[in-house]
């Protein structure tokens, strides 16, 4: 007799993601990699899938390459060897500011989002028809695909013709929605094509505000399910251990000729607007102004890490740093090292994370408080689900300078209150590995599978 359904993990994974890490197995170099929270969200998935599935082959499909393709096969630091393929998304013909030659964010969201629907949008026509050459590239119908672009781009490629009825019947689509920024047309989109797509497609959000957002957009609530990311805390806390017994931030603190007289106050984030930046620029000013900053200084990592739609915002910050007469209390840092990024933990009596928009989820906080280190955040977005406030960390509301300044006194001048955040943050953060994540993860990915027959 044939037995109930099984679910089965595939035997080949296609993962279509933002960028990813590693090294060109031809050339034996390493690929230069656009460092984000999704890029590091993508490996702490693999870390998980060599555990579990370490048999399982993998294709990687990364955005921003010239041209469209084969790029290579990729050793990644999990160790699978990946086939490597690339989508072309700068679009300039279309998306580029003629001043800055970065694109322009006002162009950008027309295209992506206003004209969603029009059927000769040139962007969605040669996404779809990228994606569907490296989806049918890779020969196998498992994907993984990181946020709404790659998602649309494939329903997309269904409702244009590009993938035929029994191709698009084949694949098993796990859709992992990472951010809800200015996404409502493109959360429409996908509502209104689900009911009508011949793909299997689950959806994965990794906040109860991304899933909310999904479903107010008409996505039915039955098919997201809320997953919070992972990552890998033993290895994070290994990295940890090892900077703090080599001073590696003594290193970079001397490099930058950073002052070691007083507390320091860690960014960890990419240099983006909407990180919030200004938004600690201005508090720390309030706090210079009244005479409570002290010898406190702050130091912003993520040199090198912009985006094409504000290529100046790194100068914008400098100036505003000199305008505000802040030149030694507020340090860009210069680009480091892994080992240097992870050694600002170390170093950091107090990390802040004043994002103007909802953080999907917020790997530097979580790495933050695994180091014991406070944390300070706006309250919205994935990291109003996960802090206590008081307990886990503080929440202020986003782009109020004067309400972040009066949390970074309160952390400052109160050591009790320091310990406590330090001390709850870390029992927080300890409960946000890997396995739990990949388990919802390989649970939604899995193919039902008819169990072997029984013999009787």
């Not at 990699?33 to 060599?50: C, D, E, N, P, S």
């Not at 107010?216 to 990295?239: E, I, K, S, Y």
């Not at 900077?243 to 950073?258: A, L, T, Y």
Request: charged share 20%.
């Amino acid at each position: 007799m044939i037995g109930a359904l099984m679910a089965v993990f595939p035997s080949a994974l296609h993962v279509l993601t933002y960028d990813v890490r590693g090294v060109m197995t031809a050339t034996g170099k390493v690929k230069p990699t656009r460092q984000t929270g999704l890029v590091q969200h993508t490996h702490q998935f693999l870390a998980a899938m060599v555990e579990h599935h370490p048999h399982t082959e993998v294709t990687i499909t990364r955005t921003g390459t010239e041209r469209p393709g084969f790029m290579g096969t990729l050793l990644t630091p999990e160790g699978q060897r990946a086939e490597l393929r690339g989508v072309a998304t700068a679009f300039p013909q279309y998306l580029a500011d003629p001043v800055t030659g970065g694109k322009d964010p006002a162009r950008v969201h027309r295209y992506y989002e206003d004209l969603i629907d029009q059927d000769t949008n040139p962007i969605w026509e040669s996404l779809a028809r990228q994606y569907t050459e490296q989806v049918l590239a890779a020969r196998t119908p498992d994907l993984l695909v990181q946020n709404i672009n790659p998602l649309v781009a494939l329903l997309k490629a269904e409702e244009f013709g590009h993938l035929r009825p029994e191709q698009a019947e084949r694949l098993q689509i796990t859709g992992v929605i990472h951010d809800c920024a200015q996404m409502r047309a493109r959360f429409g989109y996908l509502a209104s094509r689900l009911d009508h797509t011949r793909a299997r497609v689950r959806l994965i959000a990794v906040s109860e505000t991304i899933r909310q957002a999904l479903i107010d957009a008409g996505v039915d609530p039955h098919a997201v399910v809320r997953v919070f990311n992972g990552m890998d805390t033993g290895h994070f806390l290994d990295q940890l251990a090892t900077v703090r017994r080599e001073r590696v931030f003594e290193q970079v603190r001397v490099r930058s000729r950073v002052s070691d007289q007083g507390p320091v106050v860690l960014l960890s984030a990419r240099r983006v607007p909407w990180k919030g930046h200004i938004d600690l620029i201005d508090a720390v000013h309030y706090l210079h102004t009244n005479g409570d900053l002290g010898e406190t200084v702050v130091v912003i990592n993520g040199a090198g890490l912009l985006d094409t739609r504000t290529p100046l915002y790194e100068q914008e910050l400098r100036e505003r740093i000199q305008r505000k007469g802040l030149q030694e209390h507020v340090f860009l840092l210069d680009a480091l090292t892994p080992a240097e990024v992870v050694s600002c933990y170390a170093g950091a009596y107090v990390a802040v994370h004043p994002s103007r928009e909802p953080e999907p989820f917020g790997y530097t906080n979580i790495e933050a408080m695994l180091a014991g280190v406070p944390v300070i955040t706006t309250a919205h977005g994935g990291p109003a689900e996960y802090i206590d406030h008081a307990h886990s960390g503080l929440l202020v509301p986003p782009c109020d300078p004067p309400a972040l300044a009066t949390a970074l006194h309160q952390v400052l001048s109160d050591p009790a209150l320091r310990d406590r955040l330090s001390a709850g943050g870390r029992a927080t953060a300890l409960t946000f590995g890997l396995k739990p994540m990949f388990a919802a993860y390989a649970q939604t990915i899995a193919r039902p599978t008819p169990a072997k027959a029984s013999q009787r």
